[in-house]
T-cell receptor, first 116, second 112 residues
Framework: NAGVMQNPRHLVRRRGQEARLRCSPM?????VYWYRQLPEEGLKFMVY????????ESGMPKERFSAEFPKEGPSILRIQQVVRGDSAAYFC??????????????FGPGTRLLVL | DQQVKQNSPSLSVQEGRISILNCDYT??????FLWYKKYPAEGPTFLIS?????DKNEDGRFTVFLNKSAKHLSLHIVPSQPGDSAVYFC???????????FGKGTKLSVKP
């Protein structure tokens, strides 16, 4: 499977626990983006990363949320002390390192987080 | 403050006819536009894109039209098929931004 991979597909957490969402980009892609989709809404940008660098985190909540894309391994979106409002579908996308902004992003299947 | 708007939440079309999905944007810095198709419980699937230097791009049954003066784009699907039934999202990016700005989506139903 050469597509964007995300795991887990479904994640249930109780309030106050931590959630870790993983994303492996398409082969050859070095740009990773995280988006969140609330019910009946479009996808909202959270963070843009390249290997070992956060390029743009303007869509990320200031507290409890963090993201990384290490030199080896998948990108991780981490949510600490989850609250019910964090329940959503989280999508990862990747693109080629062509720059210039006109890059097609390809999406993974998403992780559906439910906070009880 | 929605920069990308899809004003029709839903659209119903007969199989074999044309489906036209519309999208408006407000930010004149956007220079790349994309359409994605999404089934329930799956991620968005890329369909077609268009650069702001063009006014039309075609790929099989899918054609995207861009009217920069009106800040409007549309996706035409001809002929529509029942398998096209899904939610369609319009997205835009521009300037130095790598991230995409999405509309809220239009749910297309193609009836046999």
């Amino acid at each position: 499977n050469a597509g964007v991979m995300q795991n887990p597909r479904h994640l249930v957490r109780r309030r106050g626990q931590e959630a870790r969402l993983r994303c492996s980009p398409m082969k050859g892609h070095s740009h990773v983006y995280w988006y969140r989709q609330l019910p009946e809404e479009g996808l909202k940008f959270m963070v843009y990363l390249q290997k070992e660098n956060i390029i743009d985190e303007s869509g990320m909540p200031k507290e409890r949320f963090s993201a990384e894309f290490p030199k080896e391994g998948p990108s991780i979106l981490r949510i600490q002390q989850v609250v019910r409002g964090d329940s959503a579908a989280y999508f990862c996308a990747s693109s080629l390192a062509t720059g210039g902004g006109q890059e097609t992003q390809y999406f993974g299947p998403g992780t559906r987080l439910l906070v009880l | 403050d929605q920069q990308v708007k899809q004003n029709s939440p839903s659209l119903s079309v007969q199989e074999g006819r044309i489906s036209i999905l519309n999208c408006d944007y407000t930010n004149s810095m956007f220079d790349y536009f994309l359409w994605y198709k999404k089934y329930p419980a799956e991620g968005p699937t890329f369909l077609i894109s268009i650069s702001s230097i063009k006014d039309k791009n075609e790929d099989g049954r899918f054609t995207v039209f861009l009217n920069k003066s009106a800040k409007h784009l549309s996706l035409h699907i001809v002929p529509s098929q029942p398998g096209d039934s899904a939610v369609y999202f319009c997205a835009a990016s521009g300037g130095s931004q790598g991230n995409l700005i999405f509309g809220k989506g239009t749910k297309l139903s193609v009836k046999p």
